[in-house]
């Protein structure tokens, strides 16, 4: 990565060496399996709609990572990052992307219905915040079995101008519910920016009224980003919420890939290393001397040879059968 | 003078042209005007032309209210499933008011949408869910499948003093054909005949239309003739002029991209079983989506859905000209 200027530091000084290690590890693997997809998409090896979270890797490690496999994130649209966050493997993801039947949801889902039990996944919508209120009903049946689990959901923008968002978060603190609204702002929804579609500049203003714990962070500095998130895990571990942690961050690419982005300026390459979380991340871990050049190439290259294998992987792996189209559309197991 | 224009240049050429004619109608959508360039907003302005935050419930509740109060709007609600999250409006108030009020007031709206986007679009994007609507008495549904349609349609949708649910086929949206220039409207509850022919009806709707033609090209070199009829609208539903066909022929092939049993085919199966039972020589066959959501993987999308072969095996069936498949 040689570049002109180098990118702000991370505030890490919540971090010790170890962490910041694991939370680039988990970025670059982000950022490579996404770069592959794009590839993977322009020659119709994956098909279908695909959105790519590159520019908001950082939220996705810095929370996801801090979670346990039994607690529950429910993502939307624009997941991967999620899912691999969360422990999905990255060969189970892709070659759900592809189709097949070793996908995490054995090819009938795709890119935007993730769901990987095993790692506390429980889903993803395409239905702009229709997984607020799925998320608000994790977290009752969490604090009716008494356990200290906690439930994630994450939306944009966007979203936070839906019925679903004001009706759930009205619910969420009637009821006390320990769980955490992660709103990533990337200040577009599709084409149209925030302001065009409300005058509630922050969502923590949105939420105001209710009186619970609403922070907007930078979530392009993933060292400030965890701390913050850290001690918010904390509030809901021990049965607090809802909180709410508005993440800004910047949306590299288009809203999905094929997008042209008529509708705003590119982002001049400097403009973006400042505000590329990993780039952040890895300039400060390398002043801190966690990590060197040679170390940062390494972590980039383990990454790229994992999404081949996880390539590999995918195509050698069938397409479902196709009587599951049929067999699937009812639970007969109990 | 026609000229070939793509389906979507089709409908938006029916809004452009009907927005000039009439001041009241608005346009409303979630990504209109991304541009300072774009045609709607230039030749409208700011206040008819309108982007709406992602609420699908206020915006299209907010379109009856002003649809009630003397506008006509049109919302651009791109997918059709984005239109579920507003059920109540669409279904409970848009339909019922007028009805309700004994008549006193009405509500001119058209609700436009996008569905089967079978592309890899997986199970919430891809949905023929014109079926929901059909059913709703005081909703009219019509569903181009031509560019001509497209325009014509609209543009009487727009005239029409209803709510409209006009749902246009996302894999049809590219697709050239020949459109008049100038005001053209095409009538709802006027099925048109797209292929003439004695041997077996097939009815199809939306993109199934352009499967049910290639099917009878390739019937017609076996020596069959099939008539092809796109109803247009389903509501209101032009069964005379199935009915007519039916006569003719004894035979009927349903195609419908909808699932069984929510298709429009279903209800077409039903009014031809119960108005045109003795003209009937053979069972009627429905070639629809199985009754599942639509995957994501590829094979197994295409597996779910009817195509020309399906079409063909079907009409084989109905006509005993070929051993009865599953
Ligand atoms: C209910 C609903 N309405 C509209 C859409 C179409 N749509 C898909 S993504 C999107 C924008 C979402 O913006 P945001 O929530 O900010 O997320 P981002 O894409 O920026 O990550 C829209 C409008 C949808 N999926 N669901
Ligand atoms: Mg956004």
């Known amino acids: 990565m040689g570049t002109p200027t180098p990118p702000p530091a991370s505030t890490s000084a919540e971090l010790d060496g170890e962490t910041a290690l694991g939370l680039l590890r988990t970025m670059w693997r982000i950022r490579c399996f996404e770069e592959r997809v794009a590839q993977l998409k322009r020659t119709l090896q994956v098909h279908g709609l695909i959105h790519l979270s590159i520019g908001g890797e950082g939220v996705a490690a810095a929370i996801c990572g801090q979670l346990r496999d039994d607690d529950t994130v429910y993502s939307g649209h624009r997941a991967h990052g999620h899912a691999i966050a969360k422990g999905a493997p990255l060969d189970r993801v892709m070659a759900e992307l592809m189709g097949r039947s070793d996908g995490l949801c054995r090819g009938l889902g795709g890119s935007m219905h993730l769901v990987d039990r095993a790692h506390g996944l429980l889903g993803a919508t395409g239905v702009v915040a229709g997984n607020i209120p799925l998320a608000v009903g994790n977290a009752l049946a969490a604090r009716l079995r008494g356990s200290d689990q906690v439930t994630v959901v994450f939306f944009g923008d966007g979203a936070v101008q839906t019925g679903y968002f004001s009706e759930s978060v009205n619910l969420a603190a009637l009821w006390e519910l320990p769980l955490i609204l992660v709103c990533e702002n990337n200040g577009f929804a599709e084409f149209t920016p925030r302001s065009a579609h409300t005058t509630v500049e922050r969502v923590c203003d949105a939420v105001a009224p209710y009186r619970f714990p609403c922070q907007s962070v930078d979530g392009t500095d993933v060292g400030a980003l965890f701390a913050v998130f850290a001690a918010d895990l904390d509030l809901a571990r021990r049965g607090r919420g809802p909180l709410l942690l508005e993440c800004m961050t910047h949306r590299r690419r288009g809203h999905y890939e094929g997008d042209q982005e008529a509708y705003r300026d590119a982002l001049a390459d400097a403009e973006w290393q400042r505000r590329d979380p990993l780039a952040r991340l890895q300039a400060d871990a390398i002043a801190q001397r966690w990590l060197d050049e040679a170390g940062a190439g390494a972590l980039e290259q383990g990454a790229r040879a994992e999404v081949e294998q996880a390539v590999s992987f995918a195509r050698a792996s069938p397409f479902p059968a196709l009587e599951l189209a049929g067999e699937l559309v009812y639970a007969s197991e109990r | ?326």
């Not at chain 2, 774009?38 to 008819?48: C, M, Q, T, V």
């Not at chain 2, 339909?95 to 997986?122: E, N, Q």
């Not at chain 2, 989506?289 to 069936?317: F, G, N, R, T, W």
Request: proline content about 6%; some cysteine.
């Open chain 2, 1 to 326: 003078m026609a000229r070939e224009i793509p389906y979507i240049a089709a409908i938006n050429e029916a809004i452009h042209q009907e927005m000039a004619r009439d001041e009241s109608v608005l346009y409303f959508g979630q990504n209109l005007a991304t541009t300072e360039n774009d045609e709607f907003l230039k030749a409208f302005g700011s206040d008819r032309v309108r982007v709406t935050p992602i609420s699908e419930t206020a915006e299209i509740g907010m379109a009856v209210g002003a649809a009630i109060a003397g506008m006509r709007p049109v919302v651009e609600l791109y997918m059709a499933e984005f239109m579920l999250v507003a059920m109540d409006q669409v279904v409970n108030e848009a339909p019922r008011f007028r009805y309700m009020s004994g008549g006193r007031v009405k509500v001119p709206l058209v609700l436009k949408a996008g569905y089967g986007f079978t592309a890899g679009w997986a199970g919430q994007h891809t949905g023929s869910i014109y079926g929901m609507f059909m059913g709703i008495p005081g909703l009219k549904v019509a569903l181009p499948a031509t560019a001509a349609d497209a325009k014509g349609l609209m543009a009487t949708a727009i005239r029409d003093e209803n709510p409209v649910c006009y749902f246009h086929h996302y894999l049809l949206t590219l697709e050239p054909g020949e459109v008049p220039e100038g005001e053209y409207l095409v009538p709802f509850g006027q099925a048109s005949v797209r292929r003439s022919g004695g041997d077996v009806t097939i009815v199809a709707t939306g993109w199934m239309v352009g499967k049910a033609l290639a099917a009878a090209e390739s019937l017609a070199a076996e020596g069959i003739e099939a008539e092809v009829i796109d109803p247009r609208t389903l509501v209101p539903l032009d069964i005379d002029t199935i009915l007519s066909s039916v006569e003719k022929t004894g035979h009927v092939v349903l195609v419908d991209q909808a699932t069984r049993h929510a298709s429009a085919s279903a209800l077409i199966a039903a009014e031809i079983a119960d108005h045109g039972f003795s003209a009937l020589k053979a069972p009627i066959k429905q070639v629809t989506a199985l009754d599942a959501s639509v995957p994501y993987s590829e094979p197994m999308e295409a597996y779910v859905l009817p195509d020309e072969a399906k079409i063909l095996c079907a009409v084989h069936q109905v006509l005993g000209t070929a051993p009865v498949a599953a």
